[in-house]
């Protein structure tokens, strides 16, 4: 073991377009949102993570808040940096260090990402003092976090819904058969519920509004077993300008958010119509499992259930299922080798 192997820290990143987290020494010692305010006259950062997400939808003219990842890729090089960089500071292991470590990161990435949005993501990991810096797609981490073999020469299908993309994939030997990624994830179910409440209610709400709403009443079915309580929801009235306040329930949030679940389910299905005859006998066996925070929304897994007629599983705690799956392969990298992308 080398001085600079001492000198060194290993980080997992889950880089997500609502949430990043960060695993050291085998913890989650970050959890925060990916979001930076920016002070508009000196261009600077003033906060990151909580403290930014408080300031979202509340700023006056000096100060900006932007989330920099879109989509599940770096949209602002710049603040995704400082961000990153922060976020690291935050580290118990790293905090308050006179020399900053080298660091060694896997980092997990959409599996529809281009060639530059990974040189994006690893010239991120390179400004905040990475030597090593190797990158996992989300589905595999995913897939490795909720528990699957990945080495098996059996099929596995999983389905991660995150904020920024749903990344559907037939996993099989390490790798991926067959995948999909689109964009149409948490952000897109809380940008539709927004509408629905204007169009239907001439209710214009805020972002962190309608986040809280998709968390507290969001369903994916009109009919639950054991249904939310309706949701008292304050915004401004288009109207008459005032604030009000109305009553919603979970069906309305099931019919807000029925098209884009039916687009999700569009691209399930076809992924299953592309995976070989061999792997789709050993899905019908085994089951769909889904990750990431999508895959809370009250009776998701019953209507993909319904639709594909398999068994749908979600996984414990899917909110980490992603940064969990880059931390084991961080751990093993020997073993999972094959699964990174230099």
């Known amino acids: 073991m080398g001085l600079f192997d001492f000198l060194t820290q290993e980080i997992a990143i889950d880089l997500g ?16 949102p990916s979001i930076v305010a920016i002070d508009r006259r000196t261009g600077k950062p003033i906060a990151v993570g909580e403290t930014a997400k408080q300031m979202q939808g509340k700023t006056h003219d000096d100060i900006k808040t932007i989330r920099p990842l879109k989509d599940g890729v770096i949209a602002d090089f710049a603040a995704s940096e400082h961000m990153i960089r922060e976020f690291i500071k935050q580290i118990p292991g790293i905090k308050g260090k006179v020399f900053n470590p080298s660091l060694r990161m896997v980092i997990c990435i959409p599996s529809g990402i281009t060639e530059v949005e990974k040189r994006a993501v690893k010239d991120s990991a390179a400004h905040v003092n990475a030597k090593d810096v190797k990158l996992i797609y989300e589905p595999m981490a995913a897939a490795i976090g909720v528990g699957i073999d990945v080495t098996q020469p059996k099929g596995n299908m999983i389905i ?37 409440l204007r169009t239907h209610h001439n209710l214009y709400i805020g972002e962190k509004t309608a986040e809280h709403i998709k968390m507290e009443v969001g369903s994916g079915l009109e009919e639950l077993d054991n249904p939310p309580e309706d949701l008292p929801v304050q915004g401004r ?104 992308i230099k």
């Open 17 to 32: 377009t609502a949430n990043t987290l960060i695993i050291h020494n085998n913890k989650v010692v970050v959890d925060s």
């Open 160 to 196: 991660d819904i995150g904020g920024g993309t749903t990344e559907i994939a037939v996993i099989a030997l390490g790798g991926i058969v067959c995948d999909n990624s689109i964009k149409i994830a948490g952000d897109v179910f809380t940008n539709d519920i927004v509408y629905y």
């Open 237 to 340: 009235d288009l109207i008459t300008g005032k604030p009000k306040e109305i009553m919603v329930n979970y069906k309305e949030m099931a019919r807000a958010l029925d098209k884009s679940i039916l687009r999700i389910e569009d691209a399930i299905m076809e992924t299953l119509s592309r995976t070989p005859p061999e792997l789709s006998a050993d899905i019908y066996n085994t089951g769909i499992y889904l990750a990431g925070g999508g895959a809370l929304l009250r009776g998701l897994d019953q209507r993909i259930s319904r639709k594909t007629g398999l068994p749908v599983f979600i996984a414990d705690d899917p909110l980490r299922a992603v940064v969990r799956g880059t931390g084991i392969a961080l751990k093993n990298i020997e073993k999972f080798e094959n699964f990174l």
